[in-house]
């Protein structure tokens, strides 16, 4: 793998590598030393055009732990008009001399664009493209789903047939784009619940169900994964609906709809959540909740995912 | 003084049949078998097809305002290379061409440079803001006699406003160019809305936005039985739209670009800025129905929508890119490719949807005529058994933004004829200054 731009071209067999590489990140995050020297010597920007503390913490530390150099470049404005352009920033970088881009931007394609470019030659890491893709989160969330399932036996698994329900705003959604052709690749059963509005005008050319009607997608699919999105308040401004309390009445994972739930199904949540609107707090503080393993798993799959593609390989050595 | 006379040997018509042209001065003095003259200059035509100097209804010259991109000079340089001897310049410079000095301005630019006739497009409104009317009649009455308006780039979109546009240029015989794009249903559009944008996460410009403004257009047209031009259509609903009004008597005319008769949506997937263009590249069936509707007549031209842009424009990420592709010298390659190795239509229309029907629209007189003696010596010569991948060293544009670099394209100009003089020759530029010199003599009679 040189690059994670995108999970639509990763292979099964590739991202099972990712998640097995990320359960051995996993136990050095257990242990007393959270250290390993894989990456010492290399130096990793975290080149952030959009505002993104949790994701940048999250590659921070995870960087950290395999002991790269790390540069944080929070550049503000994208375009030539606004400010310094992409490809300026770049090529700066490159004349500094580092060993891989983490790259966060409001423009979807922009991770690509700097893969192809020419503009620096290194490995490049999607850290959440406009409304393309958000690959590591696709993966951490898949983690997460395995670990559940499957606990210390998960090494080497799929998602085989595990259902799972996205719901809320689609269409602007990186996380949901990630996680349908992850999910798919990995075996998974993909249902997108949505209001019409939030929904790509071409969704039905995608591997997944779709539903307008979140309780008739829970009762019908019975869901081992529901996974909830955040949704943008601003939203309603554009008419894609109405008002908060209708959105959070209709799509919304309410305490009654958490309650009717089987005890086994997992609530995701990417974060950062709006409680009270695409999820109640009795659903996000269960301990069906998944939303702080997120955050931990997060850790461990970017560590794999930064191992990958900056040495090349394929397992972990230990010294 | 005049210029050297032209002795063109053995060309190919449109018709099919064989001639000569003799170009004496500024004019076609004869066609026909086995014509000689000693002071004439001849140009070996045998192989190449003849066809009237094409005539672009939709260039952008961007000069005055964003000559980083291109100048009338160097516009025209593009035309001439691409077999075009007139360009309609768009009205969306710096300052906006919504006056008299400024169509002025572009006029005589165009007639110093040389290598083609520039008609301005007047704006349709004032700063193209879509509000108040621009001095229409001002810009008809001036010495570049204005007659074809456009606020291409933006759409008219205020119904009112269009309605008062195509009733007043009645006046003077003008006609509204229309940019069909509602402009509620494209905020932030990016590329189509489709299978592509879906995935791409990019925002998506849905067809209905262009067909429903074409809808309301061609309606308007028949109310007030005024004359509408549609620029750019690129969806299959467009031309259903047109068909329709066509059937139904209402005088509209349409054109589609070279671009959207070979490229589709799927070439985002790169996230390359060339190929982001407004409107965007759509599906594969539209390409297909833009290509039967310019067959069967539904769309009367083909038009470039030559839209320079510098390096920096485009060497960046997607969403902060301009939008325009070049076009002028690669139009007639693309048509060829797409229509007439395909079958779809023959030499005679290639003539008529590059030439004879734009000149007609524009209301110039002095292009797009039949070949015969006593007409203005407008003509370009294509070698229809070229092949090339084409290149940076294929534009004379000022800018490189072509969708075409590295694409193989069938035929290539090999000269073109303004005026009874060469501005290419040997598929090459001629020099600005031996072109403007000729101009020159030409101006002075």
């Not at chain 1, 590489?21 to 952030?48: Q, Y």
């Not at chain 2, 969306?92 to 400024?102: C, I, K, Q, R, S």
């Not at chain 2, 023959?346 to 070949?371: C, F, M, N, Y």
Request: charged share 20%; proline share 4%.
């Amino acid at each position: 793998m040189k690059h994670l731009l995108s999970t639509r071209d990763v292979t099964r067999e590739e991202a099972i590598q990712l998640l097995d590489i990320a359960e051995d990140m996993s136990a050095v995050n257990d242990r007393e030393v959270k250290k390993l020297p894989a990456l010492r010597g290399k130096t990793v920007v975290n080149l952030f055009f959009e505002d993104s503390t949790r994701t940048r913490i999250s590659f921070e530390a995870a960087e950290k732990r395999l002991s790269a150099d790390v540069i944080n470049f929070a550049a503000k404005g994208s375009s030539v008009s606004k400010g310094e352009s992409l490809k300026d920033t770049t090529q700066t970088l490159a004349a500094m001399g580092v060993d891989a881009v983490v790259i966060r931007h409001g423009a979807s394609g922009a991770p690509q664009v700097l893969a192809q470019s020419g503009w620096i030659d290194v490995p490049v890491i999607n850290a959440g493209d406009g409304t393309h893709e958000h690959p590591t989160q696709a993966f951490l969330d898949a983690f997460t789903m395995r670990k559940r399932l499957h606990g210390a036996g998960s090494r080497g698994k799929g998602l085989d047939g595990v259902k799972v329900n996205i719901v809320g705003d689609i269409l602007h959604s990186r996380v949901a784009r990630s996680n349908v052709w992850l999910l798919q690749t990995l075996g998974a059963e993909v249902q997108l619940v949505a209001p019409p509005t939030l929904l790509p005008h071409a969704v039905n050319t995608w591997p997944v169900s779709v539903s307008f009607d979140l309780d008739d997608a829970l009762a019908q699919s019975k869901p081992d994964v529901v996974m909830m999105l955040r949704i943008q308040q601003e939203r309603m401004h554009d008419a894609f609906f109405p008002n908060e309390r209708e959105y959070s009445n209709m799509w919304g994972l309410t305490q009654e709809r958490f309650y009717s739930l089987p005890a086994k199904t997992m609530v995701m949540h990417p974060g950062p959540m709006n409680r009270g609107l695409e999820i109640s707090s009795a659903a996000a503080d269960s301990p069906q909740s998944t939303v702080l393993e997120q955050v931990a798993n997060g850790v461990s799959v970017r560590m794999a995912a930064l191992y990958m593609v900056l040495t090349g390989e394929r397992e972990v050595t230990h010294d | 003084m005049t210029n050297p006379d032209l002795l063109i040997k053995g060309a190919t018509l449109p018709d099919g049949s064989r001639a000569d042209i003799l170009i004496e001065g500024t004019q076609i003095t004869a066609v026909g078998k086995g014509l000689s003259s000693a002071s004439a200059t001849t140009i070996d035509a045998d192989g190449l097809v003849v066809l009237p100097g094409l005539v672009d209804l939709h260039t952008h010259l961007r000069e005055p305002g964003y000559e980083q991109s291109e100048t009338v000079l160097t516009g025209t340089q593009a035309a001439a290379l691409g077999g075009f001897t007139s360009v309609f310049a768009m009205a969306n410079t710096l300052p906006v061409a919504d006056t008299a000095g400024v169509v002025e301005q572009v006029l005589r630019l165009g007639d110093e440079a040389g290598y083609a006739t520039v008609r301005p497009i007047g704006a349709v409104t004032k700063g193209l803001e879509g509000i108040q009317l621009a001095e229409l009649g001002a810009m008809a009455n001036s010495r570049a006699a204005v007659r074809v308006f456009s606020d291409d780039g933006k759409c008219v979109f205020d119904p009112l406003i269009m309605r008062r546009a195509l009733e007043y240029v009645k006046t003077f015989g003008g006609v509204i160019a229309q940019h069909a794009q509602e402009p509620r249903l494209t905020v932030d559009a990016q590329m189509n809305e489709g299978e592509v944008s879906a995935r791409l996460g990019l925002a998506g410009w849905p067809a209905v936005a262009e067909e429903s403004i074409i809808a309301r257009d061609v309606l308007l047209a028949e109310h007030t039985g005024s004359r509408l031009h549609i620029c750019h259509l690129s969806t299959a609903g467009s031309v259903d739209v047109i068909r329709w009004a066509k059937k139904r008597g209402i005088n509209v005319t349409a054109e589609v670009t070279p671009h959207h008769l070979l490229l589709t949506d799927d070439r985002v997937e790169s996230y390359d800025a060339r190929f982001k263009v407004n409107p965007p590249l759509r599906r594969a069936e539209d390409v297909m129905a833009l290509r039967e509707a310019l067959a069967d007549g539904t769309i009367d031209i083909v038009a470039t929508d030559h839209a320079p842009h510098p390096i920096e424009s485009k060497d960046c990420e997607w969403g902060a890119a301009a939008f325009g592709m070049v076009g002028l010298e690669s139009a007639l390659a693309v048509v060829q490719t797409t229509m007439v190795e395909t079958g779809l239509i023959g030499w005679a229309d290639v003539a008529r949807v590059l030439s004879e029907t734009p000149a007609r629209i524009g209301g110039l007189a002095t292009h797009g005529q039949k070949i015969q003696p006593g007409i203005q010596a407008e003509l370009v010569l294509v070698d229809p058994a070229t092949r090339r991948n084409f290149g940076v060293e294929d534009l004379a544009s000022l800018s490189h933004n072509s969708p075409y670099l590295g694409i193989e394209l069938a035929g290539q100009v090999v000269a073109t004829i303004h005026q009874g003089y060469l501005t290419t020759d040997d598929r090459t530029l001629v020099a600005a200054d031996v072109v403007s010199a000729q101009a020159e003599v030409v101006a002075r009679g």
